[in-house]
C-alpha cells in the first residue's frame, strides 16, 4: 500500500498521471495501475478525469488529507538511508532564475556558500515547468507558483527605481508634471509592453506612457548601460541597478520606490523537497536580511 500511497500524492501534487509517472520514475500504465488499485481498495474514485489531466474528488481531497505527511515523511526517511548517497556538499543543486536577479541579487548573498551551484535561465513559466518535471531543484521567480506539486518561500520585496543618464538635469517638476518631463525624453526598456512603466505612468502620474523607445533589449544589464550611455530613462528594480547607482554611472531621477508595488521574488520548490537542508539554506542566504 505504501507504493500506492506515494502514487496517489504524486498524481494529487502533479495533477496528471503524465506528471505522477515523471514525479516516481515509473510508466503511466504502471501508475494508473496503482491508482486503479487503490480506488478498487477504497470503493470509489479518487479523481475525476478531464481533458488537462485530473482534480481530486472529495473523497480523494480526504484521503490526500490523511495520508500526505506521512508519505512526506516516509520519503525523507528513505532518502536519509541512501548509504551511497554524495554529501551535501558535493551534490549540485539545480538553480533556475534569471541572469539579472542572479548577478544583482544572488551572487552578492553568496560569499560563504560552499556547495555547487549549476545554474539554468529562463522565463519564470518555463523554469517552473523544469521545476515540476524534476529537471531543476528551485526556481527563484517573480510570479506566484500555481498547483499543488509545488510552493515557494518568500525572498524579497526588490523596489523599482527610475533612471536616467548621469548628465541628465533632475527633472525640476511636481509629481503632477513628471510624466510630461519623461515623455519628452527618450526611454530605453527590456520589452515593447512594458507593463509596469504603463501602470506607473496612468495609475500614478495622471498621464499614458508616450515617450518614444530608443532600445527595447531582453536583458536588464543592456537596458541599465543603455541608460548609461545616455540613450534614456527606465523604470528597472533595484537589484539591476545598485552598482551602477553607487558608482554614479547612472542618476535617479526621482524617488518612486515608495509609488510602486515592489517586485516580489520566491524560490519555488516541488512540495516532496519542503525538508530538503539545502534549499532551506539558500532561502537563508538569499532573504532580504541574507
Not at 96 to 119: A, D, I, K, N, S
Not at 150 to 158: F, I, P, Q, Y
Not at 196 to 211: E, I, K, Y
Request: glycine share 8%.
Amino acid at each position: 500500500m505504501a507504493e500506492a500511497f506515494r502514487v496517489f500524492v504524486a498524481i494529487y501534487r502533479a495533477g496528471s498521471v503524465s506528471g505522477a509517472a515523471r514525479e516516481r520514475h515509473l510508466t503511466q500504465p504502471a501508475v494508473s495501475a496503482q491508482l486503479a488499485a487503490l480506488e478498487t481498495r477504497v470503493g470509489e474514485a479518487l479523481f475525476s478525469r478531464t481533458p488537462r489531466g485530473v482534480t481530486p474528488t472529495e473523497r480523494g481531497k480526504l484521503l490526500y488529507a490523511a495520508v500526505a505527511d506521512a508519505v512526506d515523511r516516509l520519503e525523507n526517511v528513505a532518502r536519509g538511508l541512501r548509504v551511497s548517497r554524495p554529501t551535501l556538499a558535493d551534490t549540485p543543486l539545480r538553480l533556475g532564475t534569471t541572469p539579472e536577479f542572479l548577478h544583482g541579487h544572488v551572487l552578492p548573498r553568496l560569499q560563504v556558500w560552499e556547495q555547487p551551484l549549476h545554474l539554468s535561465f529562463g522565463e519564470a513559466r518555463g523554469l517552473l515547468e523544469r521545476l515540476e518535471a524534476g529537471t531543476l531543484d528551485a526556481a527563484l521567480v517573480s510570479v506566484p507558483v500555481q498547483g499543488r506539486a509545488l510552493s515557494e518561500r518568500a525572498l524579497a520585496g526588490v523596489p523599482y527605481v527610475l533612471i536616467g543618464p548621469p548628465d541628465w538635469p533632475a527633472p525640476d517638476v511636481p509629481l503632477g508634471g513628471l510624466a510630461g518631463w519623461l515623455n519628452a525624453r527618450p526611454w530605453v526598456s527590456s520589452s515593447v509592453e512594458l507593463p509596469v512603466t504603463r501602470r506607473f505612468f496612468l495609475g500614478v502620474l495622471g498621464q499614458r506612457f508616450a515617450a518614444r523607445q530608443t532600445v527595447v533589449a531582453p536583458d536588464l544589464r543592456a537596458v541599465v548601460g543603455a541608460a548609461e550611455a545616455g540613450l534614456g530613462a527606465t523604470l528597472v528594480p533595484l537589484f539591476a541597478v545598485q552598482d551602477a547607482l553607487e558608482r554614479g554611472h547612472v542618476r535617479e531621477l526621482w524617488n518612486v520606490r515608495a509609488l510602486i508595488a515592489p517586485e516580489r521574488w520566491r524560490m519555488a520548490y516541488r512540495v516532496t523537497d519542503e525538508d530538503r537542508e539545502d534549499l532551506r539554506a539558500l532561502a537563508g542566504q538569499l532573504t532580504e536580511a541574507g
